[in-house]
């Protein structure tokens, strides 16, 4: 083993077949080879191949045949295509949960796509047609969500989570912001919000207790030093039993008595108060505005419906120190968010319920409809399937605990972790949910239009396995 003493040992002897590999040169100048370079480039399949050549000459000395050159490219294209496969893909999400944030959350409707395809080429993105000179990215988009909205001015940034740091930097500085012990909450992933005000440059001042905090806490903090007064929708939890929070109403006039502005972070974006049913719970942009909210900030791809985007909407003063401050640049949403979100509040303002958003359809589906759908899919899939009462989730961080009943297709089958990595492995993949030792497919989450490709996908599934 110790190469260092005398004769090297003698090499093993080489596999006829080494000799008659095909040459790399040789190789990519076949027919499926330029196919593959056209897909992936001449670099990408060249490495490829030599990877896979390395692969097949420890293969030969191991003792196997030498393989035709038409499986040897065949071999590159398929690691290619696997190299490949981690890109952005659509999926069916029969998962139940309508905001799903690992599947993009809020599905876009039909106009706010082709807003989008129309935008990805050159746009007035900033640009003034009627002075033929630069314009405002956000001016347009800001003031459709100001008229949604009900405020006096609004503007736009990327996403919910960059609108609060613009917020809190632009106006608390140096400054403390009060905030309840009880909505120092994490939303997911590394956003926790002692962290996020923290990196603002705000001073977080904490009021009251975890589950009871009232007006005169918050009260009690104001001062010299303070900035500005923030409520935080608790949007992915409940506390229930002995608490209390101080009303939008009540914040608005405790702010209003130190000249501090009353911020509310909603999250979730339900524009309108909701008179009963699942979402009657949820605060709504409309019920924090007129309690004196001096911003609101919400995000665009929840219940709004629209791709990612975060709204800061309320005084015209105050949204005007946000646009100019320097993160206001950083946050800026792209020409494919600001069309789809423009397409999505027009969509708002034409109906109080607007199901032309997918999101909302599916928020707003009447169980009948979708048992009539699941029975119809489990009769097209056959014998492994059936349909059962189930709940769906709003998800994506909005109505914590509220679920709406729904109908799924259920399918049995030995293996369900196998069968539900089958369907994630077609084309496209469909994400199921494993319960209790069965797959579900919960159609709320399902446009309508798909029921015949999943149809198809679970079939294939059930053939194969
Ligand atoms: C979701 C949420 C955010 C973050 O918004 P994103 O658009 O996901 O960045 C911030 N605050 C609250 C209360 C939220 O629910």
Same mark, same amino acid.
């Given at each position: 083993?110790?190469?260092?003493?005398?004769?090297?040992?003698?090499?093993? %002897?080489?596999?006829?077949?080494?000799?008659?590999?095909?040459?790399?040169?040789?190789?990519?100048? &076949?027919?499926?080879?330029?196919?593959? +370079?056209?897909?992936?480039?001449?670099?990408?399949?060249?490495?490829?191949?030599?990877?896979?050549?390395?692969?097949?000459?420890?293969?030969? %000395?191991?003792?196997?045949?030498?393989?035709?050159?038409?499986?040897?490219?065949?071999?590159?294209?398929?690691?290619?295509?696997?190299?490949?496969?981690?890109?952005?893909?659509?999926?069916?999400?029969?998962?139940?949960? $309508?905001?799903?944030?690992?599947?993009? %959350?809020?599905?876009?409707?039909?106009?706010?796509?082709? /807003?989008?395809?129309?935008?990805?080429?050159?746009?007035?993105?900033?640009?003034?047609?009627?002075?033929?000179?630069?314009?405002?990215?956000?001016?347009?988009?800001? @003031?459709?969500?100001?008229?949604?909205?009900?405020?006096?001015?609004?503007?736009? $940034?990327?996403?919910?989570?960059?609108?609060?740091?613009?917020?809190?930097?632009?106006?608390?500085?140096?400054?403390?912001?009060?905030?309840?012990?009880?909505?120092? +909450?994490?939303?997911?992933?590394?956003?926790?919000?002692?962290?996020?005000?923290?990196?603002?440059?705000?001073?977080?001042?904490?009021?009251?207790?975890?589950? %009871?905090?009232?007006?005169?806490?918050?009260? @009690?903090?104001?001062?010299?030093?303070?900035?500005?007064?923030?409520?935080?929708?608790?949007?992915?939890?409940? $506390?229930?039993?002995?608490?209390?929070?101080?009303?939008?109403?009540?914040?608005?006039?405790?702010?209003?008595?130190?000249?501090?502005?009353?911020?509310?972070?909603?999250?979730?974006?339900?524009?309108?108060?909701?008179?009963?049913?699942?979402?009657?719970?949820?605060?709504?942009?409309?019920?924090?505005?007129?309690?004196?909210?001096?911003?609101?900030?919400?995000?665009?791809?929840?219940?709004?419906?629209?791709?990612?985007?975060? +709204?800061?909407?309320?005084? /015209?003063?105050?949204?005007?120190?946000?646009?100019?401050?320097?993160?206001?640049?950083?946050?800026?949403?792209?020409?494919?968010?600001?069309? /789809?979100?423009?397409?999505? +509040?027009?969509?708002?303002? &034409?109906?109080?319920?607007?199901?032309?958003?997918?999101?909302?359809?599916?928020?707003?589906?009447?169980?009948?409809?979708?048992?009539?759908?699941?029975?119809?899919?489990?009769?097209?899939?056959?014998?492994?399937?059936?349909?059962?009462?189930?709940?769906?989730?709003?998800?994506?961080?909005?109505?914590?605990?509220?679920?709406?009943?729904?109908?799924?297709?259920?399918?049995?089958?030995?293996?369900?972790?196998?069968?539900? @990595?089958?369907?994630?492995?077609?084309?496209?993949?469909?994400?199921?949910?494993?319960?209790?030792?069965?797959?579900?497919?919960?159609?709320?989450?399902?446009?309508?239009?798909?029921?015949?490709?999943?149809?198809?996908?679970?079939?294939?599934?059930? $053939?194969?396995?």
């Amino acid at each position: 083993m110790d190469a260092s003493q005398g004769d090297a040992p003698a090499a093993p %002897r080489p596999s006829p077949d080494l000799s008659r590999l095909p040459r790399v040169d040789l190789l990519l100048q &076949r027919e499926d080879a330029l196919a593959a +370079i056209d897909a992936y480039g001449r670099g990408p399949v060249t490495d490829a191949l030599r990877r896979v050549l390395d692969d097949v000459r420890d293969e030969l %000395r191991a003792g196997a045949p030498l393989p035709a050159p038409g499986d040897i490219v065949a071999r590159v294209a398929a690691d290619l295509r696997h190299a490949r496969a981690g890109r952005l893909t659509r999926v069916l999400n029969a998962t139940g949960v $309508v905001l799903h944030t690992n599947l993009g %959350r809020a599905p876009l409707s039909a106009a706010a796509r082709e /807003a989008a395809v129309d935008a990805a080429g050159y746009t007035t993105l900033e640009y003034d047609l009627a002075e033929g000179s630069r314009g405002s990215r956000t001016a347009h988009v800001g @003031a459709l969500a100001a008229e949604l909205c009900g405020t006096e001015a609004a503007t736009v $940034v990327n996403n919910g989570a960059a609108a609060l740091v613009l917020v809190l930097a632009a106006l608390s500085t140096g400054r403390e912001a009060l905030v309840s012990r009880g909505e120092l +909450i994490e939303i997911g992933g590394s956003y926790r919000l002692p962290d996020v005000m923290a990196v603002s440059g705000a001073v977080m001042r904490e009021v009251g207790t975890t589950n %009871r905090t009232r007006a005169g806490d918050y009260r @009690a903090a104001l001062g010299d030093a303070t900035g500005l007064v923030l409520k935080v929708h608790r949007s992915n939890f409940e $506390v229930v039993g002995f608490v209390e929070e101080a009303s939008a109403t009540e914040l608005a006039a405790v702010a209003g008595e130190a000249g501090v502005p009353f911020v509310y972070d909603l999250g979730s974006g339900l524009v309108r108060t909701a008179a009963d049913g699942p979402f009657a719970r949820e605060p709504s942009v409309d019920a924090a505005v007129a309690a004196g909210a001096d911003l609101v900030i919400l995000s665009g791809d929840k219940l709004l419906g629209g791709p990612q985007a975060g +709204i800061v909407a309320g005084r /015209a003063d105050l949204v005007r120190r946000c646009t100019a401050h320097p993160l206001a640049r950083a946050f800026r949403i792209d020409k494919l968010q600001r069309a /789809a979100l423009e397409a999505t +509040i027009e969509a708002h303002l &034409r109906a109080d319920v607007p199901t032309e958003l997918p999101t909302w359809a599916m928020l707003t589906a009447e169980p009948a409809q979708l048992r009539a759908r699941a029975e119809q899919v489990a009769a097209l899939v056959g014998p492994a399937a059936t349909v059962e009462p189930t709940r769906s989730l709003v998800g994506g961080g909005s109505l914590p605990g509220v679920e709406l009943d729904s109908w799924a297709v259920v399918l049995t089958r030995d293996d369900v972790d196998g069968l539900a @990595a089958d369907l994630r492995a077609g084309d496209p993949p469909v994400i199921a949910r494993v319960e209790d030792g069965r797959v579900l497919l919960d159609l709320r989450t399902v446009p309508p239009a798909d029921d015949d490709l999943l149809v198809d996908l679970v079939r294939a599934c059930l $053939v194969d396995g």
